[in-house]
């Protein structure tokens, strides 16, 4: 369950968001990320570049928040699935 309004209007709070661990991410997708083995994922856009990544917020209100490779390994930031549906309450 989406929790905050980081990806409207993509996503609405309180949505449900399913993800596939299966599927292969590219930069644009919408992913769930997990930074630093942390119990609380991100539903975020990624953004893929030559020398890291950013998860960026379909609300511009938010900032984007970027990360070099280096970062990525030893954070850890673990992309755990594509979302591929979005669910929610009319």
């Given at each position: 369950?989406?929790?905050?309004?980081?990806?409207?209007?993509?996503?609405?709070?309180?949505?449900?968001?399913?993800?596939?661990?299966?599927?292969?991410?590219?930069?644009?997708?919408?992913?769930?990320?997990?930074?630093?083995?942390?119990?609380?994922?991100?539903?975020?856009?990624?953004k893929k570049y030559d020398d890291g990544i950013a998860l960026v917020s379909d609300n511009p209100d938010y900032p984007p928040w970027y990360f070099s490779a280096d970062e990525v390994q030893t954070l850890p930031i673990r992309i755990v699935g594509k979302c591929t549906e979005v669910r929610k309450k009319l």
């Open positions: 369950v989406i929790d905050g309004d980081s990806m409207t209007p993509t996503i609405p709070n309180g949505s449900v968001v399913v993800a596939d661990r299966n599927l292969s991410v590219e930069s644009g997708d919408v992913v769930i990320a997990v930074i630093n083995s942390d119990n609380e994922a991100l539903c975020k856009r990624l």
